[in-house]
């Protein structure tokens, strides 16, 4: 009841200040061509999130001011409008509808969660605001209506980049997944594994499953390691991720773990130790990747903020607000329909994070990057996987074009254009090499750095 | 074969930490009639604070030592039991003499101040938890079943602390009072027991080993967080139920059969479907035996 009655009041208000602008505003709306387009920014600048807001906050200043050094597009300036939501879905909802209706922002950039995107999303829907989510990777987001875009990869690409990372890097075809059943991301990515480690002629030796929050994973642990897998994979969320390492090396299961972005935390290690080093998972960016994009974004960011290195949410950020203007540029005029297009037309924008084209659920079609836990938790940069179909920068090739991927099945990249260094694809980075060879060679006796724990 | 065994062993020693927090329900049970739920959250706090002590005193919670580790126990076994005893007297003290419901209204009350107080102060974030010099996967191998030091050292603790226990109880001039209040503290008090330090010393027992509990489960699965008690705590007044609430025997033997079923049940089942067989093996047990497993009518109670 009293839920009911805040969320009619936080609609009141709305409407209220929608009609207060709608008056004020109006004169400012028809305005002349060299007014300033107005981008609105929601994130969590504030709260247990903060991190989050305040990254991708970084990155979409520093694209924005690139593209205002350069001449702005059409020769208008950006300016972009930050709200902070707090890290709550219902501000992230609020904070849309104030910069849609009472700023008449032209396009909206956010939100970093699923969850509070999926809050925002439907706002700008209505009112036809195109609305890009640099790191939403939930497949419900875009889903909402066809004025959402993403400007990441979705949850189940990563089970098909882990597939194909250890079928064809590590050169495994016998693997064990264990999955959280009470986490839909986890549930995912495992199920598109499952599949895509099959389809390439490997075999699931053994599925078993946790609920988050769960400390004892021994029983599982141990029916894995009975069906002899030679890499166990588990898209968890890292405190998980982590007691589950040092209980697999407990019951004598010494195999490299696999999994996904969830694992990107330094809460990681810290509960993991040891026992993850020599571990692999899938992200969205690298500060190591060698990739000169990539290295060039690192120098600007770390110019612009003091020397701060950009994590993977500011990276995306950058993407997103770059992948924005540059539909902008390209559209016929600055009205959300035709921003709308040429987001939808977007074919391989040169995103730090990677080509970056639309499919038509308007989700990114980009490459991943694999880490590797190294000693002392460092993460190496392992080697980059693209889309399925999905060249390097080879602009001819449509992404997720048909059922018959050309020639790349079995090669992560089969042809590396000029501009991009061939080493994170084709050889993996030194570290990354030996564990590989490591996995692959002592599959038999299942272990990497065997010898360490058992037997004493 | 050897699968079975492991799974044993793990069983055997995930039991022998409920049986050691179910001591602390009997007891209390035993002597007051009541259900101490806060007892959950004791032992979250002797982990919390083993945490705290040992990233203290051994700088790196990566270099723990045998002697440190033996202070960090005892320390969070004093405040423990400081708070042991502060809960019982400004708790549940005051409301001895009223209806068992209001008691047992403000140890619920008790258990969600611990809980979310520790959020407030710890924060709700995990940490990773290492007093002990240690690794669980430091182990070794008995007939292809790995045991590790740590699976050792928590069945091990245990059995000490409940040999302990019984000869404080059966032996020893504070437990012939306990054993008295339990009886029947009107008449206990009449034969000059002094009822309010008996039942000080109750809690103040139950916690110590709640402490050490917490310490040893920190130990083996190495995360602490302000909400850690609840389950456990749980499992283990499940455990104090299953085998007689009010009786010391049962409530380890209680543990032990949870911590079994548990590991079972997660290997040849499922392990979404552990903790509803654990509880259904429960509600079958005080069908055909409402006391629980060794709680006869006549039993001694404490």
């Not at chain 1, 979705?154 to 016998?174: E, R, S």
């Not at chain 1, 540029?329 to 297009?341: F, H, L, M």
């Amino acid at each position: 009841m009293r839920r009911m009655s805040a969320k009619f009041l936080i609609c009141l208000l709305a409407v209220a200040l929608g009609c207060k602008k709608e008056q004020e505003g109006g004169g400012n709306v028809s305005g002349t061509d060299t007014a300033v387009i107005k981008v609105g920014e929601v994130g969590s600048m504030t709260g247990t999130e903060a991190t989050f807001g305040i990254s991708s906050h970084n990155g979409i200043q520093l694209a924005t001011d690139e593209v205002n050094a350069a001449g702005g597009i059409k020769g208008r300036k950006i300016q972009v409008l930050a709200l902070d939501d707090q890290g709550k879905p219902e501000e992230a909802a609020t904070a849309a509808t104030r910069l849609i209706s009472s700023e008449h922002v032209t396009a909206l950039l956010g939100e970093v969660a699923s969850t509070r995107s999926l809050f925002m999303a439907p706002k700008a829907q209505a009112a036809k605001t195109p609305m890009v989510s640099p790191s939403s990777t939930n497949e419900k987001v875009t889903a909402v209506g066809d004025y959402i875009f993403r400007a990441c990869f979705i949850d189940p690409f990563q089970g098909y980049v882990m597939a194909k990372f250890a079928t064809d890097t590590l050169k495994l075809n016998k693997a064990a997944i264990l999955r959280d059943v009470r986490n839909d991301y986890s549930v995912g990515l495992a199920k598109v594994f499952n599949d895509n480690f099959t389809k390439m002629g490997g075999q699931i030796v053994e599925n078993q499953s946790y609920s988050s929050g769960d400390v004892d994973f021994k029983a599982q642990l141990t029916n894995i390691k009975a069906a002899k897998p030679q890499a166990l994979y588990v898209p968890g969320y890292y405190t998980d991720v982590g007691l589950v390492a040092r209980q697999a090396r407990e019951v004598g299961l010494t195999v490299p773990m696999l999994g996904g972005d969830g694992w990107d935390s330094e809460k990681l290690y810290e509960i993991g130790g040891a026992a993850l080093e020599g571990s692999f998972f899938s992200n969205h960016y690298s500060v190591d990747d060698p990739s000169p994009r990539i290295q060039e974004f690192v120098a600007k960011f770390k110019k612009a903020y003091g020397g701060q290195v950009p994590d993977s949410l500011a990276a995306q950020a950058y993407d997103a607000a770059g992948m924005l203007y540059d539909a902008m540029k390209r559209a016929k005029d600055i009205t959300g329909p035709s921003i709308r297009e040429a987001l939808a037309q977007t074919k391989d924008y040169k995103g730090v994070t990677g080509d970056i084209t639309m499919d038509d659920k308007r989700n990114a079609s980009k490459p991943a990057v694999v880490l590797r836990v190294g000693k002392g938790g460092k993460y190496e940069f392992s080697g980059r996987i693209l889309p399925e179909g999905m060249k390097e920068t080879n602009p001819a090739e449509t992404p997720r074009a048909g059922p018959e991927p050309k020639k790349t099945e079995g090669n992560t990249a089969p042809n590396p254009a000029p501009g991009m260094t061939p080493t994170p694809t084709q050889a993996p980075a030194p570290g990354a090499t030996t564990s590989a060879q490591n996995a692959a060679n002592t599959g038999q006796r299942q272990g990497v750095p065997a010898g360490e724990h058992s037997k004493k | 074969m050897v699968d079975l065994l492991q799974h044993l062993v793990h069983g055997v020693s995930l039991g022998a930490i409920y049986a050691l927090i179910a001591l602390g329900y009997t007891m209390v049970y035993g002597v007051l009639q009541l259900i101490n739920f806060a007892h959950g959250d004791v032992f979250m706090l002797g982990a919390m604070m083993g945490w705290y002590a040992s990233s203290r005193w051994t700088q790196e919670a990566a270099h723990p030592s045998w002697a440190g580790a033996v202070a960090v126990t005892l320390l969070c076994m004093a405040i423990c039991g400081t708070t042991g005893f502060l809960i019982e007297r400004f708790g549940y003290r005051p409301l001895r003499g009223s209806p068992k419901l209001n008691s047992l209204i403000t140890a619920i009350g008790f258990s969600f101040l611990l809980e979310y107080g520790g959020q407030f102060v710890f924060g709700p974030n995990p940490r990773a938890f290492g007093a002990l010099p240690v690794d669980p996967g430091d182990q070794f191998r008995v007939l292809g079943v790995s045991i590790s030091y740590i699976d050792l050292i928590c069945v091990g603790v245990s059995v000490g602390l409940m040999v302990l226990l019984n000869r404080i109880i059966y032996h020893s001039r504070i437990g012939t009072a306990m054993r008295a209040v339990s009886w029947n503290p009107p008449v206990a008090a009449l034969m000059g027991v002094n009822v309010d330090k008996v039942i000080s010393f109750t809690f103040v027992l139950g916690s110590v080993l709640a402490a050490v509990a917490g310490i040893l489960y920190a130990s083996a699965y190495r995360k602490v967080e302000p909400l850690m008690g609840l389950m456990p705590g749980l499992k283990a007044f499940v455990s104090a139920v299953l085998g007689g609430i009010g009786n010391v025997h049962g409530a380890m033997l209680g543990g032990l059969i949870l911590g079994l079923a548990e590991q079972l049940v997660s290997s040849y089942v499922s392990s979404q479907w552990k903790d509803a067989i654990a509880f259904a093996i429960l509600i079958l047990i005080l069908l055909v035996k409402p006391s629980g497993l060794l709680g006869k009518g006549s039993a001694e109670k404490v």
